[in-house]
T-cell receptor, first 111, second 117 residues
Framework: GDSVTQMEGPVTLSEEAFLTINCTYTATGYPSLFWYVQYPGEGLQLLLKATKADDKGSNKGFEATYRKETTSFHLEKGSVQVSDSAVYFCALRSGYSTLTFGKGTMLLVSP | GAGVSQSPRYKVAKRGQDVALRCDPISGHVSLFWYQQALGQGPEFLTY????????KSGLPSDRFFAERPEGSVSTLKIQRTQQEDSAVYLC???????????????FGDGTRLSIL
């Protein structure tokens, strides 16, 4: 079945550091890929998405590129801020609807 | 409201009690999903509605879990004879469907944190 594997956290960075959170997936067919962010006490918010190979999703300085050859969708940001501290979930959608999530990676950014 | 609304935000129940969790999707969103998120884990799919039809309930962990959406809008997730392992955050999400019949990205509510004592 479908699955998503993310790097374990927490990832601890200083403000303005470069961020990479690795995500790889296993799926049948050609899934759509997503990154969601969850701030403390809140639900998930869609951060970015990509629907086909080589697509790059981007939002709020975050980027991720759909790499079919390596089945990866790594999240990157050039300069993180304290306000980026949250849990980040990689997810895929194959077939009609339902999302399959990774376990999440906590990001902690210190001033 | 503008987003998906879930109530209550927090629910504490004794083992063996029945609970009901409510989800108000974004107006006009045809598709509605329920997920269960255990502590430190990613959300896991429970069930999916398209309008009032429950098209997929393959993720419901046992027959103690029941979901409905009778008028194609508000949905209720009911858990009967709760067990400690039911303690989790229950997330609801809704989405539009495009002209091709594909679901657009899901919008999530803030969840209901259920604690079973």
């Amino acid at each position: 079945g479908d699955s998503v594997t993310q790097m374990e956290g927490p990832v601890t960075l200083s403000e303005e550091a470069f961020l990479t959170i690795n995500c790889t997936y296993t799926a049948t067919g050609y899934p759509s890929l997503f990154w969601y962010v969850q701030y403390p006490g809140e639900g998930l918010q869609l951060l970015l998405k990509a629907t086909k190979a080589d697509d790059k999703g981007s939002n709020k300085g975050f980027e991720a590129t759909y790499r079919k050859e390596t089945t990866s969708f790594h999240l990157e940001k050039g300069s993180v801020q304290v306000s980026d501290s949250a849990v980040y979930f990689c997810a895929l959608r194959s077939g009609y609807s339902t999302l399959t999530f990774g376990k999440g990676t906590m990001l902690l950014v210190s001033p | 409201g503008a987003g998906v609304s879930q109530s209550p935000r927090y629910k504490v129940a004794k083992r063996g009690q029945d609970v009901a969790l409510r989800c108000d999707p974004i107006s006009g969103h045809v598709s509605l999903f329920w997920y269960q998120q255990a502590l430190g884990q990613g959300p896991e799919f429970l069930t999916y509605f398209q309008n009032e039809a429950q098209l997929d309930k393959s993720g419901l962990p046992s027959d103690r879990f029941f979901a409905e959406r009778p008028e194609g809008s508000v949905s209720t997730l009911k858990i009967q004879r709760t067990q400690q392992e039911d303690s989790a955050v229950y997330l609801c999400a809704s989405s539009l469907r495009d002209a091709g019949g594909s679901n657009q990205p899901q919008h999530f509510g803030d969840g209901t944190r259920l604690s079973i004592l």
